[in-house]
């Protein structure tokens, strides 16, 4: 019997990743194959200039992290319904190509918060970054300066604010989870402002815990003695608060008293963002808003920005993907404050929908992070120069010459 040929290959690969049958046996969105893949032994990258899409650095991430740790990157909430839908939703909308117009020269800049970058590129905050690699957001931090993008910073960051600064030009923006005490919280934000941070984003979309069912099942498929890390129980006498020590290993809890302190916030509500605008002078974005009536609360409530988001399909199981949201915001705020997108974009096709669609720039998280986990800051820059390079084509091949110029007519209902 013959080798099959690379591009019969791949095909198959393409056929396997769409195939109804993952469905039918009850196999999660994210342990079933997605299209691509390496050319090297077993189908993985051998260096990252072999990749020729960013879904290609995904293997190679499962293929060297712990299965916690990957189960950790991979995992939606419930049947990863929202999970999968983040990447239907683009099958939705098409693009409409405007012909004979000069894209020999292409402006993919844009403007946000009075800061100009040169992609609408922005990296999505990711917590625990050294569970990926371990440089974690250090590379991450060097590979977004070399390549001129914006960053956003997790809270649980596993490298502090002020050293993730120290290794960029321009400061990150600092994303925020309150926590159920506000000195804990003022305590964050002091260091985020102190440390030359211009924006604070803050997380609306997760006040209490989520039902990660695939991350259950890889954490069960992993061997190791996970207690070296993480604790295995909270105080006794108070089941709520977080595992002894977890947090107080997190650069930015160090030194803070964490006892009874609880990461889940239900009780929060509007106010809290009129609070922290009397707290700092940073700017204020609201990240998790899917709803046009939630985004006039958001300006009326005084925030500087809004980031559409369901959380990369982490949050709730809603099954609405963000790209299907963003028009419903974008019409509500009339342009009074940016608008950000994130959760599934994967393809510089995707990044010029959401543009057309009104959206000031685009957030990626899992791409950047399997870039991290297979080839370190190397990684990350290649995902960086993949989209990039995708982004640049797409708007040649759909007469786009700058991202300024482009507007609903660009996209229709698919």
Partial sequence: MHEPSRPSRRAFLRF???????????????????????????GLLASPDDAINVLDFQAMARAVLPPAHYGYLATGVDGDE???????????????????????????????????????????????QRAFHAEGELAVARAADARGHHQILSTVTTTSVEDVNAVRRRPVWYQLYPTSSWDVTQALIRRA??????ALVLTVDLPVGSNRE???????????DCTQCHDAAPPSDDPMSFPTGWLERKPMFSGLDMSHVLFDTPAMTWDFISRLKDTTDMRVLVKGIVRGDDAQRCVQSGADGVIVSNHGGRANAGG??????????????????????????????????????????????RPYLWGLAAFGQQGVERVLDILRAELRIAMQLHGVPRLGAIDRSFVAAG
């Fill in 16 to 42: 396997l990743a769409g195939s109804p049958l993952w469905s039918l046996l009850g196999v999660p969105a994210c342990m079933r194959p997605e299209p691509g893949g390496g050319d090297g032994p077993g």
């Fill in 82 to 128: 929202t999970l999968r839908a983040n990447r239907e939703g683009f099958t939705r909308f098409d693009l409409r190509p405007r012909r004979l117009v000069d894209v020999s020269t292409i402006d993919m800049s844009v403007e946000l918060l009075g800061e100009r970058w040169d992609t609408p590129i922005v990296l999505a905050p990711v917590g625990s």
């Fill in 193 to 198: 402002e102190g440390a030359g941070c211009r």
């Fill in 214 to 224: 695939t991350l259950e099942r890889f954490i069960r498929r992993d061997t190791r």
């Fill in 320 to 365: 609405r993907s963000t790209i299907e949201s963003l028009p419903e915001v974008v019409d509500a705020l009339r342009g009074r404050i940016p608008v950000l997108v994130d959760s599934g974009f994967r393809r510089g096709s995707d990044i010029l929908k959401a543009m057309a669609l009104g959206a000031d720039a685009v957030c990626i998280g």
